[in-house]
């Protein structure tokens, strides 16, 4: 099987303008590109290693590509709540997360619609999974937005 660079550059460039209309971005396919790639950092950071690795063999290459760059194997932040979740979501985002994140309610709007669109590729039983090691309010939107 031959790699088709091509076709995974196709693929993430349709996912990405999906997904910026979804966040009511219009066609800012680079701050989309940017928030979806904190959230999957931030979340790789509070599930295992396991079940991190059981995530991206769901993922096509692109998302396998956004998920693991940069992924360290190092001890977990403590993340107790939505607000923590998205101070690290912020913390991968970097310099640009003032204007990406602007507020506490965008964030979070963003967080859901993250997880609604990797509904395309995850199963609901990996989702359960997943739920079941994220934090209090992390489980809620995981349930209240994707397993019904």
């Known amino acids: 099987m031959g790699l088709n660079f091509n076709q995974f550059a196709k693929e993430a460039n349709s996912f990405l303008k999906d997904y910026a209309k979804q966040l009511n971005l219009k066609d800012d396919i680079d701050k989309s590109g940017r928030i979806l790639s904190s959230i999957l950092h931030a979340l790789r950071d509070l599930i295992s290693t396991e079940e991190s690795l059981q995530l991206i063999a769901q993922f096509p290459m692109f998302l396998k590509a956004i998920y693991v760059n940069g992924w360290t194997l190092k001890k977990k932040p403590k993340v107790k709540n939505l607000e923590a979740f998205i101070d690290l979501v912020r913390k991968y985002d970097g310099n640009t997360s003032l204007h990406d994140f602007e507020s506490d309610e965008k964030a979070e709007n963003y967080i859901k619609t993250t ?16 739920r079941t090691e994220l934090p209090k309010d992390l489980k809620f939107i995981v349930y209240q937005n994707i397993m019904f």
Not at 115 to 130: H, M, N, P, Q, T
Request: hydrophobic share 50%.
């Open 115 to 130: 997880f609604i669109a990797l509904r395309k590729y995850v199963s609901l039983g990996e989702l359960e999974d997943i």
